[in-house]
T-cell receptor, first 111, second 115 residues
């Protein structure tokens, strides 16, 4: 059982549509990161959220950390083909020293 | 500079070969990691080095042997690998041991194919 579950696992949408990816856990995290990874490349850090309820915006991407620090979401507005990739949430448990990855969401944006 | 450099980018090796993967960072990070990743799956942790000492080994087979010569370098020595070991191997680093607000930065990975 994965500590961080992402949904949906796969997502294929048309250019210009909006989407939300969820990252959920029953455990409390001291921080969560979101990464985007393109095929054959390493994950690229998009954002880190630390405070419960925190919202961060990065151009068309909006990241939210749940009030209880157990979940996070990534919302993309007006998706573009360049947004295509594997989106990974990852975090450090509040009580431990392990870095856990979510199950991943593979996004395809069709021109 | 948030760069983690991995070499080589691609590697094809036979099951009897010995090869090494290299990772380098100059961000002053004191924790470095090796991950293994299969296609469209999340990375799986293999090893963690903290202050140049091995702190976590996730029950990785002995055919994978990590080495941390200094705080900037991390190697992964490969010997007698199996075809199922073919994967993208990722190196990462973070400022210190894992804790509040820790951010890990990844290299571009080495695509390993075992034939």
């Amino acid at each position: 059982t994965q500590l961080l579950e992402q949904s949906p696992q796969f997502l294929s949408i048309q250019e210009g549509e909006n989407l939300t990816v969820y990252c959920n856990s029953s455990s409390v995290f001291s921080s969560l990161q979101w990464y985007r990874q393109e095929p054959g490349e390493g994950p690229v850090l998009l954002v880190t959220v630390v405070t419960g309820g925190e919202v961060k915006k990065l151009k068309r991407l909006t990241f939210q950390f749940g009030d209880a620090r157990k979940d996070s979401s990534l919302h993309i507005t007006a998706a573009q083909p360049g947004d295509t990739g594997l989106y990974l949430c990852a975090g450090v448990l509040n009580t431990g020293n392990q870095f856990y990855f979510g199950t991943g969401t593979s996004l395809t944006v069709i021109p | 500079d948030t760069e983690v450099t991995q070499t080589p980018k691609h590697l094809v090796m036979g099951m009897t070969n010995k090869k090494s993967l290299k990772c380098e960072q100059h961000m002053g990070h004191r924790a470095m990691y090796w991950y293994k990743q299969k296609a469209k799956k999340p990375p799986e942790l293999m090893f963690v080095y903290s202050y140049e000492k091995l702190s976590i080994n996730e029950s990785v087979p002995s055919r994978f042997s990590p080495e941390c010569p200094n705080s900037s370098l991390l190697n992964l020595h490969l010997h007698a690998l199996q075809p199922e070991d073919s994967a993208l191997y990722l190196c990462a680093s973070s400022q210190q041991g894992l804790g509040l607000g820790t951010e890990a930065f990844f290299g571009q990975g080495t695509r390993l194919t075992v034939v």
